[in-house]
């Protein structure tokens, strides 16, 4: 589960709608659990960089950079990352299970058709192979939004 205030939901949303046609990104800072409960507790912007910004996105390295100094300085760590799909869908798409990173980290898509928001955990290999199920590959998994 990850706690994203809904004062934060509704910046990243106007920001989205603000960006449109092009996808926007940032990162969540706060509280980072990797087994229960992450707390967002600030977002910070980013310039998406991406060669096609209307269907990806990319962090630029150096503002990702000065972001990552001041979570710290701020006594906060990364809890995740969120981008929009301007045209849907909700969830993440192949380009973003293939460009995700970060293992458990939250991954926050903002939809603006339909206008919605969600979140999924990064899950690897690695930490999927006690878990029973045969799930041996990377995956998103749905994460529930709470205030």
């Not at 906060?76 to 380009?95: C, D, I, L, N, Q």
Request: hydrophobic content about 30%.
């Amino acid at each position: 589960m990850i706690v994203l205030p809904a004062r934060l939901r509704e910046a990243i949303t106007e920001r989205a709608r603000e960006g449109k046609p092009r996808e926007i990104c940032g990162i969540l800072g706060g509280e980072y659990a990797p087994d229960g409960r992450s707390r967002v507790r600030s977002q910070y912007p980013a310039e998406n960089v991406a060669d096609a910004p209307r269907t990806r996105y990319e962090i630029d390295p150096e503002q990702q950079l000065r972001i990552f100094e001041r979570l710290e300085d701020r006594g906060e760590v990364v809890v995740g990352f969120y981008h929009s799909h301007p045209r849907g869908p909700a969830g993440p798409s192949e380009t973003d299970a293939a460009l995700a990173t970060w293992p458990d980290r939250s991954y926050v898509i903002v939809s603006l058709e339909p206008c919605e928001i969600g979140s999924w955990r990064w899950r690897t290999a690695t930490e999927n192979e006690g878990e029973g199920d045969g799930a041996s590959e990377d995956r998103f998994e749905r994460e529930r939004v709470v205030d």
